[in-house]
């Protein structure tokens, strides 16, 4: 079974701190990717990888960025937590092969006060 | 730009009754369709794709290119099937396959 797990459920923050979220999938995958889950705007990619240290930008990379120094982990980063950035983060992985299924972490729940 | 509208933030169907849970998209090139399903407390994870032509827990989807659909159908609802539902457009690209979502439907099925 392939697993992507992320490194916190909950978390809460201040505004202005410094936030790291980590994924870790254990399947060889080539991609990566961060999405945040908001109710009533779906699942919207702030970023994603193809391959280890290259990066991509989504739909909403600003505030976040993000980081792939092995393959297996993919960081997201917000360099200075503000309070629209509380939301669900979703990290998911999948082959780079057309059509192939992504596989979702858990999720971590930010909450930004 | 690649877009994904699936029009119902919310439906309810009673078990029994038949469900169509509505997705359009609007993508230059030839796509690939995904339906995600996120049952409750659980992780999202993929339900079925265009590609398979598969039918997976009652449900199908067939891709109408010429309405730019992938409308996902189920003849008899379950109360099981009561979930938050995504489609998604994959794209290609020489920087890896991008994916793009739609804003969700939160089924429910009503005993």
């Known amino acids: 079974d392939v697993k992507v797990t992320q490194s916190s459920r909950y978390l809460v923050k201040r505004t202005g701190e410094k936030v790291f979220l980590e994924c870790v999938q254990d399947?060889?995958?080539?991609?990566m990717f961060w999405y945040r889950q908001d109710p009533g705007l779906g699942l919207r990619l702030i970023y994603f990888?193809?391959?280890?240290?290259?990066?991509e930008k989504g739909d909403i990379p600003e505030g976040y960025s993000v980081s792939r120094e092995k393959k297996e982990r993919f960081s997201l980063i917000l360099e200075s937590a503000s309070t629209n950035q509380t939301s669900m983060y979703l990290c998911?992985?999948?082959?780079?092969?057309?059509?192939?299924?992504?596989?979702f972490g858990p999720g971590t729940r930010l909450t930004v006060t | 730009a690649q877009r994904v509208t699936q029009p119902e933030k919310l439906l309810s169907v009673f078990k029994g009754a038949p469900v169509e849970l509505k997705c359009n998209y609007s993508?230059?090139?030839?796509?690939?369709l995904f339906w995600y399903v996120q049952y409750s407390r659980q992780r999202l994870q993929l339900l079925l794709r265009?590609?398979s032509r598969e039918s997976i827990k009652g449900f199908t989807a067939d891709l109408n290119k010429g309405e730019t659909s992938f409308h996902l159908k189920k003849p008899f609802a379950q109360e099981e099937d009561s979930a938050m539902y995504y489609c998604?457009?994959?794209?290609?690209?020489?920087?890896?396959?991008?994916?793009?979502f739609g804003t969700g439907t939160s089924l429910t099925v009503i005993p």
């Open positions: 998911a992985s999948s082959l780079w092969v057309r059509s192939y299924e992504q596989y």
């Open positions: 399947m060889d995958h080539e991609n």
């Open positions: 990888s193809y391959d280890v240290k290259m990066k």
């Open positions: 993508y230059s090139g030839s796509p690939e």
């Open positions: 265009h590609i």
């Open positions: 998604a457009v994959e794209t290609e690209a020489n920087t890896g396959n991008q994916f793009y």
